[in-house]
């Protein structure tokens, strides 16, 4: 098993890895915007539930070969998709900045602070 964050859902417990440089690259749009602040995963949209679902599900998968995209979305549900996502945007080694806050690589208002 690839190390990682265990989470609880449904009644299943799975070790959800860090994702893989083809899931990041499927989805770096979606993944920056989340990074960047741009979109809050409390307050997402019913499309962005479903791309958090399938990130989820991507990362899930590298430790459960046999597990079916369906099979993942009967464990998922509204208590604990945020939880999900969220384990696996840290096990990645993302930290979702909040609005207005200055993500790695931006600058900050004002200029250089050196």
């Given at each position: 098993?690839?190390?990682?964050?265990?989470?609880?859902?449904?009644?299943?417990t799975?070790?959800?890895?860090?994702?893989?440089?083809?899931?990041?690259?499927?989805?770096?749009?979606?993944?920056?915007?989340?990074?960047?602040?741009?979109?809050?995963?409390a307050?997402?949209?019913?499309?962005?539930?479903?791309?958090?679902?399938?990130?989820?599900?991507?990362?899930?998968?590298?430790?459960?070969?046999?597990l079916s995209?369906?099979?993942?979305?009967?464990?998922?549900?509204?208590?604990?998709?945020?939880?999900a996502?969220?384990?696996?945007?840290?096990?990645?080694?993302?930290?979702?900045?909040?609005?207005?806050?200055?993500?790695?690589?931006e600058?900050?208002?004002?200029?250089?602070?050196?």
């Amino acid at each position: 098993m690839i190390p990682g964050t265990r989470v609880t859902l449904g009644e299943r417990t799975y070790l959800i890895p860090p994702l893989n440089f083809a899931a990041m690259q499927l989805h770096k749009d979606f993944l920056a915007d989340c990074v960047e602040g741009k979109i809050d995963p409390a307050n997402a949209i019913r499309t962005d539930f479903m791309k958090m679902a399938d990130i989820v599900y991507l990362a899930v998968r590298r430790n459960y070969k046999d597990l079916s995209h369906e099979a993942l979305m009967e464990d998922l549900d509204m208590a604990n998709m945020i939880p999900a996502f969220e384990a696996v945007m840290k096990t990645t080694g993302f930290e979702p900045s909040k609005p207005g806050e200055t993500s790695p690589g931006e600058a900050l208002p004002g200029g250089s602070q050196t």
